[in-house]
């Protein structure tokens, strides 16, 4: 999905089997925020079944913050969330899917975090969040008071004032961010050891660099990016895959490699996640 400026798109999807649900998204274009920011997003809609929807969520590489103006999101679905307030919480960079419970009444508002974006807004290293550090939350929840009933365009434009206020700057790392970068231009596709070299930190200082940015581990994240640039490939072409054009492509040893890195990031076949190729959302895919 994507736009431009203050433009936004909405999708809908309505089903037989007892939802319908509306997607907005707004793709970030400041000049500050976007290096940080990639989305502001809004899904809401109605589960009228007993037991829910079980709700694929594949790994992006983004922490992401969520203003729950809806039903309460079963916490037992994701482990990794951490809980603000009843009504904020935060999904941070996970390596491999997990699965999401939601039933009843669905108005979420999220903002999706890339690179070190959510550790410049909360001035806490990220793998600290859910574990006893104090967190001054009070500006949250007032920004969740000033969003409540507003119109999505009006969130976030909201939102975006609040991320220029929050963000600090000061707390930038150029061997981080070069290091980013490097993933993204060569699509995951490269060794800890050489990113490393061409971020000029040592290996040691890149793990610690990523676990306190972004929650996750150098080699985790390039996998993620490996497995989006490749699964978006897949899920965009309307030909057959060609398996061994993306061993190539993507340097893996042969089709097995592949196949079971795919795996260990949606935990689902390739086969099966070719259903969704038309599936409205990218990050939730029932099954």
Known sequence: MACQSWDYITLSSQKSDGYLMDYTEKIVDHPVLKREVLCYWQM???????EGIQSRYLPKGQNLLVFNYGDPIERSSIQEVSYLDTNLLILPAIA???MVKQKGQIDLFGIS???DGLYKQLHLPISKIGRGSSLGIRKYQELFIQLKGKK???????AESFMLENSDQKKSSIPFQKAIDIIHEKYGVISINDLARLAHVSERQLQRLF???????PKNYCKIIRV???LDHVMQNDHPVDWM?????YGYHDQPHLINELKSISRISPQKLLKYRDTLYH????G
Do not use: P
Not at 44 to 50: A, E, M, Q, R, V
Not at 152 to 158: G, M, N, R, V
Not at 283 to 286: A, E, F, G
């Open 44 to 50: 809401k809609g109605y589960i009228d079944t007993l």
């Open 228 to 230: 989006n640039n490749y």
């Open 96 to 98: 491999t899917c997990r």
């Open 113 to 115: 975090f890339i690179a």
């Open 283 to 286: 990050r939730y895919t029932k």
């Open 245 to 249: 054009d993306l061993v190539t492509q």
């Open 211 to 217: 676990k306190i940015r972004m929650g996750i581990s």
């Open 152 to 158: 999505f365009w009006e969130k976030s434009a909201l």
